[in-house]
């Protein structure tokens, strides 16, 4: 499957964004689907997950009650809306896709976007 992320730019502290990620292949409602994210001189980290399905969600603490992952399935895309941005959330964020279960590792995914940058001014 090939994944392309788009959405990304600049807003100010408390603003929202919505990224999307557009995925090819007509076998994309068999992957798990992430969201990860790498700021400057930091790891890539784990965002936001979703199931095969879309009932099932999950996401690291720090955007939880904040981000919302979703996916429909129809269109091949997953969506990442965010809401009360702040200037810590600024990085590259990259979708990612794979087999089986979520998980937070990064190098357990098959599949990678290119990534979108996003910019939280304070």
């Known amino acids: 499957v090939q994944l392309q992320a788009s959405g990304g730019g600049l807003v100010q502290a408390g603003g929202s964004l919505r990224l999307s990620c557009a995925a090819s292949g007509r076998t994309f409602s068999s992957y798990v689907m992430g969201w990860f994210r790498q700021a400057p001189g930091k790891e890539r980290e784990f965002v936001a997950g979703v199931n095969w399905s879309g009932g099932s969600t999950y996401y690291a603490d720090s955007v939880k009650g904040r981000f919302t992952i979703s996916r429909d399935n129809a269109k091949n895309t997953v969506l990442l809306q965010m809401v009360s941005l702040k200037p810590e959330d600024t990085a590259v964020y990259y979708c990612?896709?794979?087999?089986?279960?979520?998980?937070?590792?990064?190098?357990?995914?098959?599949?990678w976007g290119q990534g979108t940058q996003v910019t939280v001014s304070s």
């Open positions: 990612a896709a794979r087999g089986d279960r979520v998980v937070t590792t990064p190098a357990l995914y098959d599949y």
